[in-house]
C-alpha cells in the first residue's frame, strides 16, 4: 500500500491474502475484530481448513474514544514490530513472532496467541499460573541483560537507542504517570469519593520531590531496550506459557520501569481482590499469592540476571566485585519507586486500572484506591529504604492494612 | 566538493576563495597551517589588506601520530560544527561563530581567535584570568540546563539526542577515561617511576567499582548536550574573553562530565605547579589560585543555573521545593568523580597531560603524578561524602599534601 488506509474486517482478510507463504492457496480465510483498545484495530484471520490462524494488529491515528483529544503517531507501530523482533531474538519463546510490519499502514502480522489469557483478567478471577513468574523473570533478565552496556558494545547499543527513538510514545508516559496525577491535571479521572486523599497527594512535598526524581530518571536513564507499559494487561498466559506483547512504548530507559509496571500492576491487582472477591479467607489466599508471584518473579529475574551477567564478556567491569550487587541494588530501588509511580497514576490518571474500574460499589472501589495510593505513596517515599524484594511486599501488605 | 581531500596550505586556500560573503573580492589571502593536533589540520586564512581572518579545521581519518593505530570517524567533525552552532545559540560569547560546515570534507570554517590563547599553557605560565570564572560559569549553566529535560520539551530532547549520537567519540572516552587506566591495557603510557601506584590502582577493588559505576553513568546517563572534552585545552582566553572549542566529543551525556573534566583539569595544573615553578610563595600563591578558581566556577555555574532554572516554564517539576538542590547536589558529585577519573587517565592513560609532560625532571615529574592520583583515587572514593565545592578542593589540598 502507499498510505495509511484504516482496514475493517473486509480490507484485512484482504491484506492478509496478499501475503505470500502466511496461508496455503487453498486457504479459507475469515476474518474477525477481536481487539478491545482504544488505541488500535486487532484483527484475526484464521484458516478454517488448516485451522492456522495470525492477527493483524493497525495502530489508530487517533483513539477511538475520543478522536478530537490528541493525535497519535504511527511511528509506534514500527517501533512495536522492532521490539517484537528484538525481543523475539533474545526470547524466542517469549514474544509472538512478527510475520509482516508495514510502516506506511502502520500495522504488524504477527502469530496469534488463541489460546493465551490476558493476565489482569485472570488475575481477577483468582486464577494462578504455576510458570508465570520464572517465565516472565527470564524475559525481564534476558531483555533488559543484553541490551544494555553490559551486553552490547557500546556501538551497538547507541544505534538501537536511536532505532528505539520514541519521543511521542514517551511523552504519554512522562504526562500520564509523572506529571498530570500530582496536580489538578484535566486529563485526570478519579473517584470523586477519594477527592481527599487526592488533593493530600497534591500538597505533599516530600512526596512530589521523590516524583521529581523518578521522572528526570525515567527522562534521562538509557539503561536498556525497555517494554515500556509491562502491566498485566501486556502479558498473556496459558497454564505453560507466557508472552508479552505490544510493546508499542518501548524505548532505551531505565531497566527499572519494566520491573517496577509490573510490580504496581500486581499490587494494583493485589488492592482490588477486596472488591471482586467477599470470602474473606480466599480472597487472604489469593492476595498472598500476589505476594509471593511478586517475589518469585525478582527471584527469577535476578538468577537469571546473574547468569547471563557470569557469561558477559564484553564488559571489564563486570568482573569486579560488587557491581552485579549494586546493579541489582539500584535496579530494585528504581522498580519500587517506579511501581508506586504506576500504582498512583492508575488511580488518579487518564488511564485507569480495570482492576479497580471494575469495583461496582463505589464505597469499596473508594477503599481499594485509597489503599493502592497509600502503597504508591510509600514505595515512592521508602524505596532507598529497601534492601530485599521482601521490603517491597510487607511495605505494600502493611500500607493495604493502616487504610 | 564531492569527496574528502586532505587539506594543505594551498587547497585550504583555494577551498576559503570560494566562500561567498567571507573575504570581501579584492582580498589578498594568505594561509598557515596552525594545528599542532594529531586528529585534525587547522588553517588560518588571513586577508593581508583588511587583516581579517578565519579558521578552517579539517578532521583527519586517522591521527597523524600512529595512522595505523584506530580509524577515527569523520563524522566528528559535523558534530562538532552542530555543537558549535548549538551553543553559539545558547551562549553567543563563549564560542567561535561557525560560518561554513562542510560534511564531505568534514571541516568547519569559523571565527579566528588570533588573540586568544590556550588556557592550559596560560596556567602554566602562572597567568591569571580575571573574567575567566564567571564567563566558563555561565557556558557550563548556560549549556548544561538549557539543553536538558529542564528547559526543552521531551520531544526537543529525544530529536537533539539522536542528532549528537557520537558513538565512535564517546567509545574513545570510555576507553581512555573509564576501562584502559584500570588495567594493565596496551593504550597505557605511564612514567615507569610510578608503577608501584600504578599497579596498586589496578588492584584497588573499591576504586574499581566506584570508577565502573561512573562509567556505566557516562554510558547512560543523557541529562545534557554536554561539551565533552572541556579540559584546559579546549579554553581560550584574553584577558576580557573566554571561548570553548573543539566540541568533537559532544553528546548527549551526564551533565557533571564537563564540570567534572574542568575541574580535573584545573587539579591536573595544580599538582603540576610543583614541577614548573622553583619558588615555593610563587607556587602556594597560584595553587590557592587555581583552587579558588574551581570554588568561583561552582559559585558562578549555580547562580546562573539558578537563574536559568528560576525562568523555566517547560517543566512543571522545577517548581517544587527541593528539585534545584537535589539537581545541584547530584551534579557536584559527579563532577566530583569524574574529576577524578580526568586526573588518573591523564596520568596513567594514552592521552598525557601536558601540564605533567613537560616537567623535565621524571622524579620530580613521578612525585606530581603522584599527587595527581591520589587526589583522583579520593575525588573518585569520597564523592558521595561531598557537600560544597569546598570539600572538592580541600580534599585535593589534603590528598596532595600527602604524598
New interface residues.
Partial sequence: MLEYVQLNEYKALMYARKLKHLFPAEAHLCCTEIGEGNLNLVFRIADKLSGQSIIIKQALPYPRVAPESWPLTLNRSQIEGQALKVQHTLCPDRVPKVHHSDPIMALTVMEDLPNHMILRKELLARKRYLHFASQIGAFLAGTLFLTS?FSLT??Q???Q??QF?N??M??IS?DLIF?DPY?DAETNRFNPLIEDTVKEIWQH??L??E???L??HF?????ALIHGDLHTDSIMVTEKDTKVIDPEFSFYGPAGFDIGTLFGSLLLSYVSQAGHCADLRERNDYQKYLLATVEEIWGHFTEQYEDLWGKCVNE??TA????LD??LHELLEDACGFAGCIMISRVIGLVRAADLESIKDPNLRAACERMALNIGQKLILERKQIRTVGDITSTAMLAADMI
Avoid at 219 to 223: G, K, Y
Avoid at 320 to 323: H, R
Fill in positions: 552496556d557500546s556501538q547499543k547507541k544505534q537507542m536511536v527513538t519521543p511521542d514517551c511523552k512522562e506529571s496536580f512535598d516530600p512530589l520531590l516524583v521529581a526524581k521522572k528526570h527522562l534521562t536513564h538509557s539503561q571489564r567491569t569486579i566485585p560488587g557491581t549494586h546493579v
